[in-house]
């Protein structure tokens, strides 16, 4: 009696195969995926974003009080004062670190400390000036932008 072998095995194109999609994944996605910077800048921009718009709800509805975004390096901070933006905050908010190594900046200049402030109708002050268009930027393995138009209307940049 002469039995047929039954090779248990994997051909070479099944091994060629396998190898070439490892290596696009290795190449590919796992940089994208062990990278925590360009997440942590969109992260930002969103968290920073709606950061202004509800410090700017607060300023149009509080119209006996000032609301100030102080911005550092490593975090930033609301506060809050009872009439102008002077002297001794009444509440000060805690401060809410950076995440990822991604910081913020103004565009006009690059300082990395600067504060907003609000109007009655709510248009944002940068260090005490208007801002029209792309006004800060989030800084970490990208670069994105933080639009303020001069109407108060608070964005993402472009």
Do not use: W
């Not at 149009?60 to 490593?74: E, G």
């Amino acid at each position: 009696m002469h039995r047929a072998r039954q090779h248990a095995g994997f051909t070479l194109v099944e091994l060629v195969t396998t190898i070439i999609l490892i290596a696009i994944l290795a190449v590919v996605v796992i940089p994208r995926l062990l990278t925590s910077s360009s997440y942590s800048a969109f992260t930002l921009q969103d968290e920073f974003i709606s950061e202004l718009r509800k410090v700017q709800i607060m300023a149009m509805n509080n119209q006996d009080r000032c609301y100030r975004l102080s911005v550092t390096d490593t975090h930033y901070q609301v506060s809050r004062f009872n009439g102008a933006c002077s002297g001794t905050p009444v509440r000060t908010d805690a401060a809410q670190p950076f995440q990822g190594g991604a910081s913020l900046a103004l565009l006009n200049g690059g300082a990395s400390s600067f504060n907003i402030e609000f109007n009655l109708q709510g248009v944002p002050l940068v260090d005490g000036a208007p801002c029209s268009g792309n006004c800060i930027s989030i800084i970490a393995d990208e670069t994105l932008f933080l639009a303020i138009e001069s109407e108060g209307y608070i964005h993402d940049g472009q």
